[in-house]
């Protein structure tokens, strides 16, 4: 039994709360890449427990709330809509739908690729995005042949939940980067800025915090889908 609507919104002001103060956080060493606040903790967890709809809304809520408690730039509010789509392609991923995230990569990815400034960029500056890539085609694929079958609320697939959703983050981001070119119409770069920044500390910071993610929502994900089950707030999809 779904939870009724007065728990759902509950829920969703649960976690918009949780994400507000996650993503108020700065951290002076560590808000290099592609998230200055925390908010990445959390994003994947909540597409996760309520659901593509309902996570990206909390979401959206807590990166705007704490965008303007904890204030970087006005141009930081285009980027962040990436933290919702990383908790609707979660919850997609959770649910079994990965062909609407795998379109989704696929545009994203064939947007930079298709921008004659991204020839001009090091293939690898994007590693993790290639390798995210490569895993939900075989996730997809083996899932269509069943031969992958992830155990409902487990750690892989809660794993793999989160990694996917947060590099459809990173992907939305760099569309806005460089596909749209904000790169040049918000900070002025140049190309050969565009080519610093693919070798900067960046490369490993941003990955660093997506295995800091997954690890996180693999590890605490199980027991707070099972409490909140117990508790009819969430039904197993």
């Known amino acids: 039994m779904k939870p009724s609507r007065s728990r759902r919104i509950a ?47 909390a979401t ?6 704490g965008h303007s408690l904890a204030f970087r730039d006005v141009y930081e509010y285009f980027f962040t809509f990436g933290a919702p789509l990383c908790s609707l392609a979660s919850g997609y991923v959770f649910r079994g739908k990965l062909g609407r995230v795998l379109l989704l990569y696929t545009i994203l990815l064939s947007a930079y690729f298709l921008t004659p ?8 500056g994007m590693w993790d995005c290639h ?44 569309f806005l980067f460089v596909p749209c070119q904000t790169y040049r119409i918000f900070y002025g770069f140049t190309p050969e800025t565009l080519r610093l920044i693919w070798t900067a500390p960046a ?23 099972r409490v909140l089950e117990e508790r009819g707030l969430y039904t197993a999809p």
């Open 117 to 124: 400034v991204s020839w001009t960029l090091p293939i690898w």
């Open 11 to 57: 829920l969703i002001s649960v976690f918009a709360a949780l994400g507000v103060v996650c993503d108020s956080i700065l951290t002076p060493g560590f808000s290099a890449g592609v998230w200055y606040g925390w908010i990445f903790m959390l994003s994947p967890l909540t597409g996760v427990v309520l659901g593509p709809r309902d996570g990206f809304v």
């Open 203 to 225: 490369l490993i910071i941003t990955p660093l915090k997506v295995g800091l993610s997954t690890l996180f929502t693999a590890i605490v994900g199980p027991h707070i889908l």
């Open 60 to 65: 959206l809520i807590s990166v705007m709330v």
């Open 131 to 174: 390798l995210a890539y490569a895993t939900i085609i075989a996730a997809t694929i083996l899932t269509k042949r069943s031969i992958l079958k992830l155990r409902k609320g487990s750690m892989p697939q809660l794993a793999l939940s989160a990694f996917l959703g947060l590099e459809a983050d990173v992907m939305f981001r760099i």
